[in-house]
């Protein structure tokens, strides 16, 4: 059972270039929550969705799209990558079905724009 | 922004003492969580406590919750240096779509051995 597992675990990118964060889990969990991480800024929502097929939006959402297409997976876009979205990405999830169940995270994706 | 706000930010104890995090939000909740994250890690999840209930155990972990002041409070037993980690409280506000959790900034903590 490995839970939820992010692809790639680091990357750098180039002012400009688009690339695909990849969240799957295990679990059958409902819900599924992309977070970035910054320094001193604690954990901020970017999108989540509620089950295949739905997304939307976070806290944060400007400069990034995502799709459930499948259940078990949750992607993460960055059409045109900026030095601002340097930042550890966390993706999450739940089993969704009332409110009261904890998240399980995945070990983050550490992303460096150039 | 809705963040949960920790206090203190950062935390340093002696092996076999007890620590103690405190954590205070906006408005009404559904429920309140912690977490911890080690260095460099995803987060785990470690209790949740829901708005009607006012204190909650696990191992050495113990949350209270009073919602009239609006904190929680997290205490962590004869600490030791593998609990070195920042712990962070997340809430669910109630209401419509309340599908998400919001994250505070962190406490963390150093366990001297």
């Known amino acids: 059972n490995a839970g939820v597992t992010q692809t790639p675990k680091f990357r750098v990118l180039k002012t400009g270039q688009s690339m695909t964060l990849l969240c799957a889990q295990d679990m059958n969990h409902e819900y599924m929550y992309w977070y970035r991480q910054d320094p001193g800024m604690g954990l901020r929502l970017i999108h989540y969705?509620?089950?295949?097929?739905?997304?939307a939006k976070g806290e944060v959402p400007d400069g990034y799209n995502v799709s459930r297409l499948k259940k078990q997976n949750f992607l993460l876009g960055l059409e045109s990558a900026a030095p601002s979205q340097t930042s550890v990405y966390f993706c999450a999830s739940n089993l969704g079905q009332g409110y009261d169940y904890g998240y399980t995270f995945g070990s983050g994706t550490r992303l460096t724009v150039v | 922004s809705q963040q949960g706000e920790e206090d203190p930010q950062a935390l340093s104890i002696q092996e076999g003492e007890n620590a103690t995090m405190n954590c205070s939000y906006k408005t009404s909740i559904n429920n309140l969580q912690w977490y911890r994250q080690n260095s460099g890690r995803g987060l785990v999840h470690l209790i949740l406590i829901r708005s009607n209930e006012r204190e909650k155990h696990s191992g050495r972990l113990r949350v209270t919750l009073d919602t009239s002041k609006k904190s929680s409070s997290l205490l962590i037993t004869a600490s030791r240096a593998a609990d070195t980690a920042s712990y962070f409280c997340?809430?669910?506000?109630?209401?419509?779509?309340?599908?998400?959790?919001?994250f505070g900034k962190g406490t963390k903590l150093s366990v001297i051995p």
């Open positions: 997340a809430v669910r506000y109630s209401g419509a779509g309340s599908y998400q959790l919001t």
């Open positions: 969705s509620v089950g295949e097929g739905t997304t």
